[in-house]
């Protein structure tokens, strides 16, 4: 029984705290994912207009230094051998312009050349004897549209180094406006121009050529995760060192002559962190299970104890102790074990005295009627009743009586009284009656401090009492 009140108070327990958790944690989680996604998704965008922003102002800078006049004069030199020198020296000169970090660049260009009206590299930095002369008019169509006057930005990737470049390109005109050449600027996307962008954006950073990561600001366990999860839709997610990931790919801007892309994603387990408080409320059902099943067993043990000793109690009286009374005391089961003990009394025609050693019910004595003893202190009255030379006389009978003899002739005179009065008397043991007869006396010695104190038997209409004497 205690164990079915534990089980049912922790099982209500764990039901309600379980369920309270998993609901918020799905509220939670939902809210928060829905959140980090649509975050994750707008700061792609803010990306996209970034690097747009950030490739107009490259061109403006490559644009400046191709209207220079040192740059002008390189394309213009008398000879073959000297455009090509002119040309090298420029082309250094404007990569340690860009270098400067006042310019916003991650230092050096990867490459600075300088082509004619045709698009052949007329020279380029660093190597002065390479690249002169190749034609890039396949290899950056949108060079066209620079030999026409318009400046661009555009992707490049050259197959000879494996890297893949964001050019600025800006025409070159002579004193009448006229396009001489262009003048170009690459910078490889590589994991620092990755990096930086990842500064500005809150988020890390890829960038994608032909479906695969080409520079990342990420760590190369989460790249390669990254690169498997890829795919042909817009979004990406993966997990990594036991942590799940969310991305938004999209076509690079102003690159129109490269298929790439680029990756923004997020830590999603690490934005979810706030979320996972929640654990705390694990603890606390962790907390309430114990503390119920506590006050579950004390609340248990104080219902069950009584009841077993009740159940002794009666179990002993089914076993012939017949004297064997039920104590309970307080709680809710102390009148029950009253009630008990006043069916087992009614049952065995015991008698059944309160505090005071007066028999209650049917047969018993009261203390209303006692008389003291002629030399009682005082010689008054007690309880009420007048005390007459009558009493005094009984007392000093029953003082002189014997002990044996009083209770003999009490018992006899007692069962006689009763089967006057017709009722059964077989229920009443002569060992029974006497002492429950000594206990009353006893206690009414203690309550009035006197030597001693005896019954008589007295028959008021059908009602057999014993009247208590009190010897002083």
């Known amino acids: ?99 400067d970090p006042a310019r916003g660049h991650t230092g ?139 991305g938004v790919t999209d076509a690079l801007p102003a690159t129109p002559s490269q298929a790439a892309k680029f990756l923004v994603l997020g830590n999603r387990t690490e934005f979810m962190e706030p979320a996972q408080s929640l654990q705390v409320l694990l603890v606390l059902v962790a907390i309430g299970v114990f ?19 009740i159940e002794e109690g009666i179990l002993s009286v089914i076993n012939g102790k017949t004297d064997t009374r039920i104590d309970v005391e307080g709680g809710e089961l102390g009148g029950l074990s009253y009630r008990v003990n006043q069916l087992l009394n009614m049952l065995l025609g015991t008698e059944e005295a309160d505090a005071d050693g007066r028999s209650v019910g049917g047969g018993g004595w009261e203390e209303s009627g006692a008389a003291p003893a002629a030399g009682a202190a005082g010689g008054g009255t007690s309880g009420g009743a007048s005390a007459d030379e009558g009493d005094d006389e009984a007392a000093a009978a029953l003082a002189a009586e014997a002990e044996g003899a009083y209770h003999a002739r009490i018992y006899r005179e007692y069962v006689a009284a009763k089967q006057a009065v017709g009722e059964d008397v077989s229920n009443i043991p002569e060992d029974r009656f006497i002492g429950r007869l000594q206990k009353n006396a006893a206690n009414l010695v203690k309550k009035h401090g006197c030597r001693m104190v005896r019954f008589q038997v007295q028959t008021k209409g059908t009602q057999v009492i014993l009247r208590p004497v009190i010897i002083r």
């Open 291 to 309: 503390l119920l099943a506590a006050y579950g067993f004390l609340i248990a043990t104080s219902i069950l104890r009584p009841i077993e000793e």
């Open 1 to 99: 029984m205690r164990l079915k009140i534990i089980a049912g108070n922790v099982a209500v327990m764990l039901l309600v705290g379980l369920g309270a958790f998993f609901y918020l944690k799905g509220q939670v989680d939902d809210g928060f994912g829905a959140r980090f996604d649509a975050d994750v998704t707008q700061t792609a965008s803010l990306f996209a207009r970034s690097w747009r922003l950030s490739a107009v102002e490259f061109v403006q800078q490559v644009e400046e230094q191709a209207g220079s006049d040192r740059v002008r004069a390189a394309v213009q030199a008398i000879d073959q051998n000297s455009r090509r020198r002119a040309s090298h020296d420029r082309a250094n000169s404007v990569a340690a312009w860009f270098q």
């Open 108 to 246: 050096r260009p990867d490459i600075v050349l300088m082509t004619d009206e045709t698009g052949r590299v007329i020279a380029r930095d660093q190597d002065l004897n390479r690249m002169g002369g190749q034609s890039l008019m396949q290899t950056i169509p949108t060079l066209r549209n620079v030999l026409n006057g318009t400046p661009t930005h555009d992707g490049w990737f050259r197959e000879s180094e494996n890297k893949l470049l964001r050019v600025a390109m800006a025409p070159i005109r002579n004193e009448g406006g006229g396009v001489i050449g262009a003048l170009l600027v690459g910078y490889d996307i590589s994991d620092g121009i990755a990096q930086k962008e990842a500064e500005i954006v809150g988020l890390d950073v890829a960038f994608l050529r032909e479906n695969r990561i080409y520079s990342s600001s990420l760590a190369s366990n989460e790249a390669s995760a990254a690169e498997s999860a890829l795919g042909e839709g817009g979004t990406v997610r993966f997990e990594a060192d036991g942590e799940a990931y969310f």
